[in-house]
C-alpha cells in the first residue's frame, strides 16, 4: 500500500490553519470571572510591588500602622519604639494570655509596614506624616501629632522648659576673681611687673584645678 503523506497546513491570521482548520489550544480551558475564587483579606504580606498607590491603599496601610499589634518580648531592651507623633501608650501595651502569661505587644515600624506591603519605607513615613490630609472626610480618627519637644523629637508630650540660672552678685564674681588670682599665684602663676595674669593660665585653671581634685581623691 502506498504511504499516504500527510500535508501539513500552513497558519493563517487569527490562529487559524489554512484550510479553514482552526488551530486548537494547549491546556486547560479558562473559568469565567464569576467561578474564580477571589480573598479580600490581607493577612498574608504582598508579593509584587507597587508603583501607585490609591487613596484606599493609603488608608489601609495608615490603619495597619495603627490597629496591627507585633507580639515581641521585652527582656532585652527598656525603650519602647515609637513613630514621630504616637505616645508609648499608643506603641506599646500587654496583656495576660489564656495560659497566664503576660504577652506584649507593639505597633508595628516603618520597615515592617513596608516589607508586608512592598511599599518604600519613605514612602510610608510621608504617607504617616499626612494622615491627616489623606483621612480627610473618612470619619478615621488616628493619634494627634504632639508638640515637638524641645531640642528635636517629637515623640511626646513636651518637657518643661529649663529653668534659668540666676545671675550672680557681683561680690561673688568679684571673690571668685580674687580665689583664681591666689591659686595662680601659689603655683608660680601670679602677675608679671604689674601686668595682668596672662590669658593662657586663666583659661588653664579649670583643668589644673581638676588635677590637683584628682591627686587629693
Known sequence: MPSIR?????????????GGVEKRRMGPKPKPLSERVQSWTFDKPKTRLERS???ERKIEVLMYLVKHNIPFDTSYRK????????????????EVGPDGRTVSYRSPTYKE?????KIPVATISNWWEHRDKILEGTGIELPKKPVAAPGGGGGGPPKPPKPAEPPLDPEEVKSLKEEQKEW???????PI???????????????????????VA
Open 6 to 18: 500527510k500535508e501539513k497546513g500552513k497558519r493563517g491570521a487569527g490562529g487559524v490553519l489554512a
Open 53 to 55: 498607590y490609591t487613596r
Open 79 to 94: 525603650v519602647a519604639r515609637k513613630r514621630i507623633g504616637q505616645y508609648n501608650e499608643e506603641a506599646e501595651f500587654s
Open 113 to 117: 509596614a513596608s516589607e508586608f506591603w
Open 184 to 190: 595662680l599665684a601659689m603655683r608660680g602663676f601670679g
Open 193 to 215: 611687673s604689674g601686668s595682668p595674669l596672662p590669658t593662657i593660665w586663666l583659661l588653664m585653671w579649670p583643668a589644673m584645678a581638676l588635677v590637683d581634685v584628682l591627686s
